[in-house]
T-cell receptor
Framework: AQSVTQLDSHVSVSEGTPVLLRCNYS??????LFWYVQHPNKGLQLLLK??????LVKGINGFEAEFKKSETSFHLTKPSAHMSDAAEYFC??????????????FGKGTKLSVKP | DTAVSQTPKYLVTQMGNDKSIKCEQN?????MYWYKQDSKKFLKIMFS???????INETVPNRFSPKSPDKAHLNLHINSLELGDSAVYFC???????????FGSGTRLTVV
């Protein structure tokens, strides 16, 4: 069975300071992992994805995440927060059945607030 | 040119009514999905179709009936709407062996 746990429901940072959004996963298979962002009243946008290639994944808008199998973690980071980063962030796992995709399993989300 | 488009964007209706939400993707993807996001922002899959065939059907009341006339369209029909159906419904699509889904912008359904 697959599951994903986002360790913080709300993270608040000041503009220009680093961002860390934490995610742990559980999967019976080698998973694919994703981070999606949802701005208020908007749809879901893919930030980055891990699919068993490089463990350090770079995404859009300066975000990156590192896959750590020993820690079953996939934390999202950004060196310097911008006001426009304020949104809801979802860590997502998908089982990797021999290269095909199963359905996505979402974490409960982390709301990122950025203070001026 | 929107990749995954849903209509309507907002839907307010009374209990007991029947309503439909439409979804179309122009990405040439083989698989389409419906996800439900509840008031606490939690997202959960409802249905998945691959080339017009149902492949995932989670525990969803049978008042919800997906219909896929072709692989570019996946509509969601809901009968006898209840207050608890109020949520944001997202359509998504993906292509086998390509990781990552493309989501529509969502349909906010409010049942009063």
């Amino acid at each position: 069975a697959q599951s994903v746990t986002q360790l913080d429901s709300h993270v608040s940072v000041s503009e220009g300071t680093p961002v860390l959004l934490r995610c742990n996963y559980s999967s019976s298979y080698s998973p694919s992992l994703f981070w999606y962002v949802q701005h208020p009243n908007k749809g879901l946008q893919l930030l980055l994805k891990y699919t068993s290639a490089a463990t350090l994944v770079k995404g859009i808008n300066g975000f990156e995440a590192e896959f750590k199998k020993s820690e079953t973690s996939f934390h999202l980071t950004k060196p310097s927060a911008h006001m426009s980063d304020a949104a809801e962030y979802f860590c997502v796992v998908s089982p990797n059945y021999g290269g095909s995709q199963g359905n996505l399993i979402f974490g409960k989300g982390t709301k990122l607030s950025v203070k001026p | 040119d929107t990749a995954v488009s849903q209509t309507p964007k907002y839907l307010v209706t009374q209990m007991g009514n029947d309503k439909s939400i439409k979804c179309e993707q122009n990405l040439g993807h083989d698989t389409m999905y419906w996800y439900k996001q509840d008031s606490k922002k939690f997202l959960k899959i409802m249905f998945s179709y691959n080339n017009k065939e149902l492949i995932i059907n989670e525990t969803v009341p049978n008042r919800f009936s997906p219909k896929s006339p072709d692989k570019a369209h996946l509509n969601l029909h809901i009968n006898s709407l209840e207050l608890g159906d109020s949520a944001v419904y997202f359509c998504a699509s993906s292509q086998i062996d390509q990781y990552g889904y493309t989501f529509g912008s969502g349909t906010r359904l409010t049942v009063v």
